[in-house]
């Protein structure tokens, strides 16, 4: 059974930072491809930043880049997103993927955490 388990979230003011895990089990994560997606209140869920199973390859959303970054650590089966100078347009529900391609796309997604939140006050 494929677990990913995310912490990390809260509540924080405009320019502060978060880091956000995501744990990873029942799945060979070295070889998966994992990314962070968001959905806002009233949103459809959109994708943040992915990375490949070797973490050679990263994308971001034009929003994000240059403030956040995804890493892994094969090593732990975890997947991180550093959130540098956030905003209040930021908040969200923050969710862990993984995948068999990497992909931008929700409905390629074989795997979903069960998300966690992430609030930016003004």
């Known amino acids: 059974q494929v677990q990913l388990v995310e912490s990390g979230g809260g509540l924080v003011q405009a320019g502060g930072s978060l880091r956000l895990s995501c744990a990873a089990s029942g799945l060979t994560f070295n070889s998966s491809a994992m990314g962070w997606f968001r959905q806002a209140p009233g949103k459809g869920r959109e994708y943040v930043a992915i990375i490949s199973w070797s973490g050679d390859t990263t994308y971001y959303t034009d929003s994000v880049r240059g403030r956040f970054t995804i890493s892994r650590d094969n090593a732990k089966n975890t997947v991180y997103l550093q959130m540098n100078s956030l905003k209040p347009v930021d908040t969200a529900v923050y969710y862990c993927?993984?995948?068999?391609?990497?992909?931008?796309?929700?409905?390629?997604?074989?795997?979903w955490g069960q998300g966690t939140q992430v609030t930016v006050s003004s």
């Open positions: 993927a993984a995948s068999r391609i990497l992909t931008m796309k929700p409905p390629l997604i074989n795997y």
